[in-house]
DNA sequence: AAACACCTTCGAGTGCACTTTAAGTCAACC
DNA sequence: GGTTGACTTAAAGTGCACTCGAAGGTGTTT
């Protein structure tokens, strides 16, 4: 892989991955990132540390709390013996997301039928007697 | 519809829709679900209210804020004249969830990917020397 | 020399949606 | 007559993940 010897400061870091300089301290603080120092103390990040960021971004973005993401990262720092732990944790990540979207897409049908209500309402091809409920109940009953 | 007439005391009806006391007082604070009073004002809920309390939490659980869904009552309120902008929150409700949905699946694929990479690494086929990085590639260049 | 980007600690503020407490009252049930 | 469950208002607390500001410092660029 080549560009590793490129430097990032924060402010430019955390354009390139989507945050703020805020978070990016707060991460580190929380030990989720970390960073290394040029001669005056100021920090600066590399091509390897973007991917870690994005890395952390996806598991965040299924929804995994920032502290299984420090467990993680603790798990990670520990060698290869944590690999079945840290397996079994993307597992239940995976598998909660997972069950999220079901959820998400069951609200979403009732939605989409509220909808496709209204439409009928408003072109008259549904009677103006029948509640919502009723409508409902058509697809229920099969 | 039958059993309208029933009548269910806060606390019966919290259990009923999944929420606390709490909560539905404060719902009922915020405008979002309304009760009635007996004699001696204590509030009850009918049947009509649990299917109302259900939907808002069909509304909620597609990721609609309560800001929103004061505004869908308020409407509602109003009358059929307010039907198409109803519609349109609802509209917007769905597509958001479906970009989120969008979103989550691909965060989710990458987890998917890792786990496997994990897999391949306990069971020694995948190279111990490459990353998951190189692996993610492999896919990415198809 | 000013402007800018970075550094530090650390505490406070934000947004959302509850959740709980306090303190006192009332009425039905056993 | 005690327990239970309801009522009121108003305020404070919770959890999460930031987000910001103060106050004072260093170093680089215009």
């Known amino acids: 892989m080549a560009e590793e010897q490129r ?4 402010g430019e870091f955390a354009k390139l991955v989507g ?7 707060y991460y580190e603080d929380q030990g989720l990132v970390k960073s ?6 100021v920090r600066y990040y ?12 996806h598991l965040k973005g299924t ?5 299984d993401l420090k467990r993680y990262v603790r798990l990670r720092a520990a060698g290869d013996a944590t690999i079945p732990e840290r397996r079994a944790m993307l597992q239940k990540t995976k598998d909660d997301a997972e069950a999220d979207i079901a959820e ?5 049908q009732v939605l989409g039928r509220k909808i496709d209500w209204y439409d009928g309402k408003v072109e008259h091809t549904i009677a ?6 009723e409508y409902l109940q058509r697809f229920n009953d099969k």
């Not at 290394?36 to 103390?41: C, F, M, Y």
């Not at 390897?48 to 994005?54: L, Q, Y």
């Not at 929804?63 to 502290?67: F, T, V």
């Open 128 to 133: 103006d007697s029948e509640s919502f409920q």
């Open 46 to 57: 590399t091509d390897e540390d973007i991917r870690w960021v994005g890395f952390i971004l």
């Open 7 to 10: 430097r990032y400061r924060i």
């Open 104 to 108: 998400l897409q069951m609200h979403l």
């Open 36 to 41: 290394q120092r040029d001669e005056n103390d």
């Open 63 to 67: 929804g995994m709390r920032l502290n």
């Open 19 to 25: 945050l703020s300089t805020y978070t990016l301290r």
